[in-house]
């Protein structure tokens, strides 16, 4: 599709399970950002990928929090050993090059931990 | 730490009333500012953006932004709004040169009446 792409749009897991969020941006787009939002809030940064390379982590919560970008295409999100604090919206947003704050956003991955 | 701040959660209007959200940022240095909105059950889209010149600048469907740098504001406005433009507004700001990572504010949820 035209569009930024992620899955599964909703996700429900046990405390302790581990979870993994996709993203699929839109073609040609080099950036690649994954942001949280809880309900209520605005979207909190997560991480920002430039092709393959991971350029900031800054905004990972925790050490549980992992992502990846090996081809510089698809991006997954992996959280290990779910907490009830995971429980969010997770934002997938790319930009065709260098970022100007310009982005494409997906329609997110409402994760539910129980 | 850069913040933003949204003063008004929820807003409710009648069609054709004029429109102003407040945001306010917390930074000295040179910022871009942005205002995103989300449509219910769409995805976050970009609505305007400041990155320099013209501190008024205007954006899709009759929004305008005003940028007062004096008052670390850059409050949206429209004259007249419509029922269609429902949705949660997000202020947004990023620093100039480290484009990559937005920060934004809690959201404002706008309810126009028909």
């Known amino acids: 599709g035209a569009g930024v792409s992620q899955s599964p749009r909703y996700k429900v897991a046990k405390r302790g399970q581990d979870v993994a969020l996709r993203c699929d941006p839109i073609?040609?787009?080099?950036?690649l950002f994954w942001y949280q939002q809880a309900l209520g809030q605005g979207p909190e940064f997560l991480t920002y990928?430039?092709?393959?390379?991971?350029?900031?982590k800054s905004g990972l919560p925790s050490d549980r929090f992992f992502a990846e970008r090996p081809e510089g295409s698809v991006s997954t999100l992996k959280i290990q050993r779910t907490q009830q604090e995971d429980s969010a919206v997770y934002l997938c947003?790319?930009?065709?090059?260098?970022?100007?704050?310009?982005?494409?956003f997906g329609e997110g991955s409402r994760l539910t931990v129980l | 730490a850069q913040s933003v701040s949204q003063h008004n959660h929820h807003v409710i209007l009648s069609e054709a009333a004029s429109l102003e959200l407040g945001c306010n940022y917390s930074?000295?240095?040179?910022?871009?500012l942005f205002w995103y909105v989300q449509y219910p059950g769409q995805h976050l889209q970009l609505l305007l953006k400041?990155?320099?010149?013209?501190?008024l600048v205007k954006g899709i469907k009759g929004f305008e932004a005003e940028f007062i740098k004096s008052k670390f504001s850059f409050n949206l406005r429209k004259p007249s709004v419509q029922w269609s433009d429902t949705a949660e507004y997000f202020c947004?700001?990023?620093?100039?040169?480290?484009?990559?990572?937005?920060?934004f504010g809690q959201g404002t949820t706008l309810q126009v009446k028909p």
């Open positions: 947003a790319s930009s065709f090059s260098r970022p100007t704050g310009e982005l494409f």
């Open positions: 073609s040609g787009h080099v950036s």
């Open positions: 990928f430039q092709n393959e390379a991971q350029l900031d």
């Open positions: 930074y000295g240095g040179t910022v871009n």
């Open positions: 400041y990155f320099s010149g013209d501190p």
């Open positions: 947004a700001v990023t620093r100039s040169g480290n484009t990559g990572k937005l920060i």
